[in-house]
């Protein structure tokens, strides 16, 4: 045999055979940043990437947009995937939020009224998932494969379809809204300044999200939460038409609003896994919990779980090496961590979603004094305030 090919086989030998401390079985946001998470730990890392039918990637092009908050760019900054984002014009921060109901209710949030430099940043998704990959080939303890590999720990990153959790018979209840969030990338004719906007006009949810890109001071991400049928309809519009029921749901206050991408259309539903660890597997992100994009939360509640797993196997390193790394009631202590947050936050867009899904007269006037009332109760604000961006 060819020397070099003969090296190849070795080295193809030695992954095949190779029982790593953790596969990582999942290759999103979430997946990534947990098998940084790890290495940096030291725990020798498979993770597993889906394969992609050719020509996949650059066909569907992610014109999302996340708003992140400070725990999520804590991490990514530690993770050192970070601090390229703003100076690349791929993250944006957030000054201001104002958040409109269907009749004159009104919230708002500013960083300077919360004492914090910005409230969340606006990331793009395709710069982020970048940054991770790259990382990764600096990171010393990750193997990148394409089947799932033998190790102590499965972690399942699948997202919200996962077949893994199935087949590990963890349960998942789902309920689909019936409603489809509309992205897109947006310029403006005003500077938006920082300013986040969100309007709850029954059943529809609209949001922009300040951006630099592609146009830096004058960009928005768009999420336009709305029925499945009218999804359909604004998808097939063409751009001159879109503009304008965009720029009628939106109103004047952010200024003449223009595509600038494609649209791309994300069927909404809330679900949970029943379990989410078992001897030798545990959920993350999607995988565990999907809410509705309202709050943008779902991808920080992700990195919330990565978080506190690699805090719960760091700690068990130090005081309990001898505990077997798939140790369930090790796996535990993280479920046990990640409940009440993930709860919490499904609840409360849930809450938000149905409150203002109902057309009738006395519950519209009641839903947005309660959203100026909100708005005028310090601790109420506070609270939700630190739901949302901490
Ligand atoms: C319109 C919209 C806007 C949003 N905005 C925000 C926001 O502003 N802020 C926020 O925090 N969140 C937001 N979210 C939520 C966020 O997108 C998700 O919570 C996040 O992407 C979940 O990441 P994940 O890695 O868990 O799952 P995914 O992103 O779904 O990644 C799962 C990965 O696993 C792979 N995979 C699946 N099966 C297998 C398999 N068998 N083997 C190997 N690989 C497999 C998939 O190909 C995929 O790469 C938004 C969601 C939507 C729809």
Redesign the pocket.
């Known amino acids: 045999m060819h020397a070099a090919s003969a090296g190849q086989a070795a080295a193809y030998n030695a992954l095949v055979t190779k029982r790593f401390d953790v596969c990582v079985?999942?290759?999103?946001?979430?997946?990534k940043a947990l098998a940084l998470a790890l290495s940096r730990q030291g725990f020798s890392v498979a993770l597993?990437?889906?394969a992609q039918p050719p020509g996949a990637a650059a066909a569907r092009e992610d014109v999302?947009a996340?708003?992140?908050n400070a725990g999520s760019i804590g991490l990514l900054a530690e993770l050192k995937v970070w601090e390229s984002l703003p100076a690349q014009g791929a993250a944006t921060p957030v000054l201001d939020m104002r958040i409109e109901g269907d009749s004159r209710g009104r919230l708002e949030f500013s960083a300077w009224e919360q004492r914090v430099r910005e409230l969340a940043w606006i990331v793009d998704a395709a710069a982020l998932e970048q940054e991770l990959a790259t990382a990764l080939r600096f990171a010393p303890h990750v193997s990148l494969v394409g089947e799932p590999a033998p190790a102590e720990l499965l972690a399942v990153?699948?997202?919200?379809a996962?077949?893994?959790r199935e087949a590990l018979g963890a349960g998942f209840e789902q309920h689909a809204y019936g409603q489809t969030?509309v992205?897109a990338r947006l310029v403006c004719e005003r500077e938006h300044m920082g300013v986040a906007w969100q309007w709850f006009r029954s059943p529809d949810v609209l949001a922009l999200l300040p951006f630099d890109r592609p146009e830096a001071g004058r960009s928005f991400g768009l999420?336009w939460s709305v029925p499945a049928e009218r999804a359909q309809q604004l998808m097939a519009l063409d751009e001159a038409d879109f503009n304008a029921a965009l720029n009628e749901a939106a109103g004047p206050a952010p200024g003449m609003l223009k595509l600038a991408s494609q649209r791309a259309a994300?069927p909404?539903s809330i679900g949970r896994a029943a379990r989410w660890c078992g001897p030798g597997w545990v959920l993350?992100?999607?995988?565990a919990h999907v809410v509705h994009?309202l709050a943008?939360?779902?991808?920080?509640?992700?990195l919330g779980d990565v978080a506190t797993l690699a805090r719960v196997l760091a700690e068990r390193q130090r005081e309990e090496s001898w505990r077997p790394l798939g140790d369930e009631r090790l796996l535990s202590r993280y479920v046990r961590e990640r409940a009440s947050p993930t709860w919490t936050m499904a609840q409360l867009t849930d809450g938000l979603l149905h409150l203002f899904a109902q057309p009738g007269l006395p519950l519209r006037e009641l839903r947005n004094s309660g959203l100026t009332l909100v708005h005028h109760l310090k601790p109420l604000k506070r609270w939700l305030a630190g739901q949302a961006f901490k």
Do not use: H
């Open positions: 079985q999942g290759a999103g946001a979430v997946g597993v990437q889906a999302r996340y708003a992140l990153c699948e997202g919200k996962s077949a893994t969030a992205a999420v994300w909404l993350l992100g999607d995988a994009p943008g939360q779902g991808l920080n509640l992700g």
